[in-house]
T-cell receptor, first 114, second 111 residues
């Protein structure tokens, strides 16, 4: 499968714990995006990278959230001190050209905070 | 910032009928309008997109139209089939590369 992949697919954690998600984009894509989707809503933009540079962050991305793409390939999204409101599907997408351009989504990581 | 409104929120049609989903956007600088289909538990899948220099685009049974003056765009699905049942999202993007999504429309195609 040469599409966008995400790991893990599901994560259950207790409130206050830290979690980290990984996204592997389509290999030739230099742009990588993180979105969050809650039930009954469309995806909401969190942040995006061009190669290793983080170029835009949403105000939704509080200081408990941090994202990295250290070598311009895979990316990680970390949530510290999780809260129940963080429960959502975290989607990653990638794109090959300077945008706006087609963004292809991964299967997502479903986070449940208990 | 950009705001995308999508309606209706649900639509039920008989197999073979047409379905139309409408979206409006607020930022006149937006110039890229993709449509995504999301089946239950699956990833959003890009099905068609349109740019602001084009008024209409077709791909087999689906078509998208754009009215820049009125700031609205629509998805048309003809000869609907049960496998078209899903949630459809419109989105818009302008000076930023981020996509701003509507809330989605659940389409049910009854056999």
């Amino acid at each position: 499968d040469t599409g966008v992949s995400q790991d893990p697919r599901h994560k259950i954690t207790k409130r206050g714990q830290n979690v980290t998600f990984r996204c592997d984009p389509i290999s030739e894509h230099n742009r990588l995006y993180w979105y969050r989707q809650t039930l009954g809503q469309g995806p909401e933009f969190l942040t995006y990278f061009q190669n290793e540079a983080q170029l835009e962050k949403s105000r939704l991305l509080s200081d408990r959230f941090s994202a990295e793409r250290p070598k311009g390939s895979f990316s990680t999204l970390e949530i510290q001190r999780t809260e129940q409101g963080d429960s959502a599907m975290y989607l990653c997408a990638s794109s090959s050209r300077q945008g706006p351009w087609e963004q292809y989504f991964g299967p997502g990581t479903r986070l449940t905070v208990t | 910032g950009e705001n995308v409104e999508q309606h209706p929120s649900t639509l039920s049609v008989q197999e073979g009928d047409s379905a139309v989903i409408k979206c409006t956007y607020s930022d006149s600088a937006s110039n890229y309008f993709p449509w995504y289909k999301q089946e239950l538990g699956k990833r959003p899948q890009l099905i068609i997109d349109i740019r602001s220099n084009v008024g209409e685009k077709k791909d087999q049974r689906i078509a998208v139209t754009l009215n820049k003056t009125a700031k609205h765009f629509s998805l048309h699905i003809t000869e609907t089939q049960p496998e078209d049942s899903a949630v459809y999202f419109c989105a818009a993007s302008g000076g930023s590369e981020k996509l701003v999504f509507g809330k989605g429309m659940k389409l049910t195609v009854n056999p």
